[in-house]
């Protein structure tokens, strides 16, 4: 299934540059609730990514469309690894995606 966000890749280039926590999360949110198929006022940005059952190709999919939307590689993983919608968007828009780990 191809999913494409209501944001468009315009409105997204233009925002590149200044991209902040809400812009991240909105389109995040759009995402999700075209995959879905709800609306985006459905979606709970404080609820886990398990909650929302995507499977495998789901996460690719989406971490695709984040990497395309603030230029950055970013893992698979991540979906899993921080715990809700809000966190991921401050993550991004902040730049630290990398977890650390204490050894």
């Given at each position: ?9 315009n409105s ?12 991240i999360?909105?389109?995040?949110v ?6 879905l ?6 979606v709970?940005v ?14 690719v999919?989406l ?10 590689d970013l893992?698979?993983?991540?979906l ?19 977890l650390?780990?204490?050894?």
């Amino acid at each position: 299934m191809e999913v494409t966000s209501t944001i468009t890749n315009n409105s997204l280039a233009s925002q590149q540059n200044n991209l902040n926590a809400e812009v991240i999360q909105e389109s995040i949110v759009a995402y999700i609730a075209e995959l879905l198929e709800v609306e985006p006022q459905q979606v709970n940005v404080k609820a886990s990514f398990t909650q929302y059952g995507l499977d495998s190709l789901s996460v690719v999919s989406l971490i695709s469309h984040l990497e395309s939307l603030t230029g950055e590689d970013l893992s698979p993983t991540l979906l899993y690894d921080l715990p809700s919608i809000e966190v991921l968007s401050q993550r991004l828009a902040s730049g630290t995606t990398k977890l650390e780990v204490p050894i």
